[in-house]
């Protein structure tokens, strides 16, 4: 069965730091693409970021650009979030989500998101 | 980027009822990058469509995807108890991916 679970969200201050994580098990995790989807509370659905099989390709929403990075540890059949300099408007539940599509693929998804975790909430206020 | 727009933001139905939400690009873009989700209160979203006509593993076939170009549908023939929640549309050809802003579908 896939499970991807999230940890790591916290409440922290503004300016401040967190890292996410998201355990994968159920499927072999280095042949997947990864993403970072977040949601305000009672809002709709953003994109934040990718990251490709070998993590040679990164990719960002702008709105997280320069202060969120994303990893991946194929040995560990884990993906990170490493968010910097937070502000309010981060404020959100955050989910890691798998890429779909064919080996043959060349975007960082061809067939949607077929897999998400539960989510883990960052809360970012003083 | 391309923004996504649904209609209507709130659709109320009573089960048996079929459903039409849409989904308008602000821009053109392939067919082959179109995905429905479906979101219950407290669950992550669950893919329904990709390709914007082809059902996901276990999406039932009462859920069909059409459209093209700007404008993309998602219908749900005969309404069950079961599919009153949010659904979002979702583009992933070009990025940054873009979601719509999601049409809630409550019950009548």
């Known amino acids: 069965e896939v499970q991807l679970v999230e940890s790591g969200g916290a409440l922290v201050q503004p300016g401040g730091s967190l890292r996410l994580s998201c355990a994968a098990s159920g499927f072999t995790f280095n042949t997947y693409k990864m993403h970072w989807v977040r949601q305000a509370p009672g809002k709709g659905l953003e994109w934040t970021s990718y990251?490709?099989?070998?993590?040679?390709?990164?990719d960002y929403a702008d709105s997280v650009k320069g202060r969120f990075t994303i990893s991946r540890d194929n040995a560990k059949n884990l993906v990170y979030l490493q968010m910097d300099n937070l502000r309010a408007e981060d404020t959100a539940v955050y989910y890691c989500?798998?890429?779909?599509?064919?080996?043959?693929?060349?975007?960082?998804?061809?067939?949607?998101?077929?897999?998400w975790g539960q989510g883990t909430l960052v809360t970012v206020s003083s | 980027e391309i923004v996504l727009t649904q209609s209507p933001g709130t659709l109320s139905l009573s089960p048996g009822e079929r459903a039409t939400l849409s989904c308008r690009a602000s821009?053109?873009?392939?067919?082959?990058?179109l995905a429905w989700y479906q979101q219950k209160p407290g669950q992550p979203p669950r893919l329904l469509i990709y390709g914007a006509s082809s059902r996901a593993a276990g999406t039932p076939d009462r859920f069909s995807g059409s459209g093209s170009g700007t404008h993309f549908t998602l219908t749900i023939s005969r309404l069950e108890p079961d599919d009153f929640a949010v659904y979002f549309c979702?583009?992933?050809?070009?990025?940054?991916?873009?979601f719509g802003q999601g049409t809630r579908l409550d019950i009548k």
């Open positions: 979702q583009q992933y050809g070009s990025s940054p991916i873009t």
């Open positions: 821009q053109s873009f392939s067919r082959s990058s």
């Open positions: 989500a798998r890429g779909e599509g064919p080996d043959y693929c060349s975007s960082s998804t061809c067939h949607g998101f077929g897999y």
């Open positions: 990251i490709s099989r070998s993590s040679g390709t990164k």
